[in-house]
């Protein structure tokens, strides 16, 4: 030990002087450089000593140097106490690089130890706040606002109250039904009523009058909760807005013309959703196939709308919006744009595949690959979901993303081979063959420096693309991860489903597994193709959604669980539709 010390202090380089070791030493934070904490250990012995060097390995790896870190981490793990302070701040150390390094699982796995050790207030604000922040990375929400409670009773000011908002806004993202479970098994009771009051606020939160009632009765009998003396911004703001009720609401589609399957589609989503709630409120339709789309809205207005749905095609949604004065509630089925008006009861609800893409690439980094490549069909909706894909990796990694194209499924084989290098790999083995003989026996390598693959095409591409990807990986490879977008997800008998093993795919929840709103729909409709069904689910929310809007759009964590999706409403009115992923595995897509 005393040599290392030595070696690393005479290795470090920068202008601090060392000062002298001070009595109180407190690990989890770092005040100086990794060269005077290097200093410092050279100058002491023992745990004191021990203390330094680990804090110079945090200041390394604040810095951004993990080798340098995880080395001195590794010169002294076996001389290390098992428990207590000392062994704490080693793991949170290494914690923090495995985190750097995406390897969440390895990260989360050293963040357990006793709640009994005696640790500094610094390594347990460390603790938590970094538990928290793996935990949301995962997606695990409940497990984030569990951490960020346990957070809580080390910090103090503004930094609480922050805090107190994360956990909050964690909390809000997650289900009602597990919300249910946990608040009936949770044991202390200001962590209950957290609990209990996000389930109040998602169970009520179309009922403004009720809800008032319930948080009244959630603050008598939590007087000194947290938040019965400061409720979060979002159920404030929540509270004051009136939910659209509106007794009859109008439907503007192109129920003739060239889209008029798709708009039936959009039309019988949503008329099962009213006769499977019974509900007394009407619908009046306008085919704005056979009447201009202005002249439908006005019209409906007339015949007394209070909400509208519609329009569909991008072009009749410009010129509603061009004549859109407010007067009511409009949710557009299509994507918003710049020139859209500014209007707190304007909506936009669009199946657009660039979103679906972004989704792909945030999974893809979550799950830990750090270099994918894009395989995409060379059509106008792949150029825009690679794009998409790019663009949303470039804000998760500094390592830029390739595209290769295909045209037409004669040219698959070599884009896969020219993507994969296998075709450069094969002209250095003719050279080597020109050389030394025919004879000389030698096997195509792949390059080594993809670890994922996302596939934009749809199913029959795909599954003409996988056995070329298998086929461009060298004998001694890894395999590579899979990815494609719901357009490679089609119906597929047992042997095909085989092909396509390892493959992982995003799309809509109810596409994803067999549930009663499928079940009716495919009986009704057996032979509507899967494209129609995801605008089957597109109508089904819109009319689920009628009731929700309002407060979704000032509450940022109320989320509807939807056929199309997990779905929520940003503050200028955009639906975002977070999709589902399954996986083929043995013959069978089974969803996560």
Known sequence: MALMVAVLAGCASGPDTAKAPTETLSLGQISQSPNAYLQLANQSSGEQQQSYLLLAARAYQTQGQNSAAQNILASMA???????????????????????????????????????????????????????????????YFAEAAARYGLDAYLTGEAKNANADALWTALSRVDEETLQVQKESAQDPIWQGWIELAWLTQHFAIQPSSLLGELARWQQSNPNHPAAQRLPTDLERALSVQPYRPHQVAVLLPLSGRVASQARAIQDGLMANLLANETQRQVRFYDTGEMDAVAAYQQAVADGAEFVIGPLLKPNVDKVLAQYDGQVPLLALNAKDTNAPDSADLYFFSLDPETEAAQAAQRIWLEGHKHPLVLSSGNAIGKRMAERFVAQWAELSDDPVEIHYFGNQASMRGTVQTAMHVDQSEERIKAIKALFGSQTQADFRSRRDVDALYLIANGDEVRLLKPFVDVSLAVFADPLALYGSSRAHQALNSQQSQELDGLELSDMPWLLGQNPARTQAEAL???????????????????????????????????????????????????????????YRRGQLKAD
Do not use: C
């Open 78 to 140: 076996h001389q290390l106490p098992d428990s207590g302070p000392l062994q704490a701040e080693f793991r949170l150390i290494q914690a923090h690089i495995y985190a750097d390094q995406q390897q969440r699982a390895e990260a989360l796995s050293l963040l357990k130890w006793p709640a009994s050790w005696n640790l500094s207030t610094a390594q347990w604000q460390d603790f938590f706040t970094l538990q928290a922040e793996l935990q949301s990375a995962e997606g695990a």
């Open 525 to 583: 409709w057996p032979e509507r193709q899967q494209a129609l069904m995801r605008l089957y689910a597109m109508g089904y929310d819109s009319w689920d959604l009628i009731d929700r809007l309002a407060q979704m759009r000032v509450f940022s964590g109320y989320r509807v669980k939807g056929l199309s999706g997990d779905l929520a409403v940003t503050p200028d009115g955009e639906l975002q539709r977070e999709l589902s992923w399954a996986k």
